[in-house]
């Protein structure tokens, strides 16, 4: 690991990891992306959502418990796609709790930190709760009930400053700023490659 081993730079080395592993299967088709490597690489993106305080308690509290609930399934399930493929034959590829669901959720989350992080990015005279409402507007808004989305907006005013987020972090804004751009980058192809692994089952992703 790199010096320092914040937990920015842990988050990036590994999704750095993930997106060479999955940009590697379109070389070769039949390996398919591991379920705890995934989950492992997850785990480490909580601290971030502990750091945004109140505001994303929501995304803590779904996003641990379901990163959890998804490593316990991979003592039965080696890969992603055997999860999903056990519940098509279930018919509980949408029901609470399923491991399916719970994937959905987990990578929504990877997709708010990159939106949040691009946000952040975008100027330095950009606050914190305005990075935070525009990324939780374009992915998990769409996706919540009216009463997620009034205590979520409510929350945004409970933010830190874009200084003390990056004091919770222990990082500079331009080494923070790189890391981010690191994980934005890396972050894609493994969304790309989880939403892949749905439609090639034929089920939706607008939920």
Not at 24 to 53: H, N
Not at 90 to 114: C, H, I
Not at 115 to 135: G, N, P, R
Request: aromatic share 8%.
């Amino acid at each position: 690991m790199e010096d320092g081993a914040t937990p920015l730079s842990a988050i990036a080395e590994s999704f750095e990891g993930l997106a060479k592993l999955v940009c590697s299967f379109k070389e070769d088709s039949s390996q398919q992306l591991r379920l705890d490597v995934l989950c492992d690489a997850c785990s480490l993106v909580s601290v971030l959502f502990s750091s945004l305080g109140l505001a994303f308690k929501f995304a803590e509290l779904e996003y641990v418990s379901k990163v959890r609930d998804l490593s316990e399934a991979s003592k039965k399930h080696e890969t992603l796609l055997t999860i999903l493929d056990d519940d098509i034959a279930n018919d509980t590829v949408k029901a609470p709790g399923s491991n399916s669901r719970n994937l959905r959720r987990v990578r929504q989350g990877l997709d708010l930190v990159r939106a949040l992080f691009e946000q952040f990015m975008s100027t330095e005279e950009y606050s914190l709760k305005e990075a935070a409402s525009t990324a939780y507007t374009q992915v998990c808004a769409p996706y919540h009930p009216w009463t997620v989305r009034m205590a979520v907006s409510a929350g945004m005013y409970t933010l830190p400053t874009r200084e003390q987020l990056l004091l919770n972090l222990n990082e500079t804004n331009q080494l923070a700023e790189k890391k981010m751009k690191r994980y934005i980058d890396a972050s894609g192809p493994v969304i790309e490659y989880i939403d892949k692994l749905y439609i090639s089952r034929n089920i939706s992703l607008d939920w």
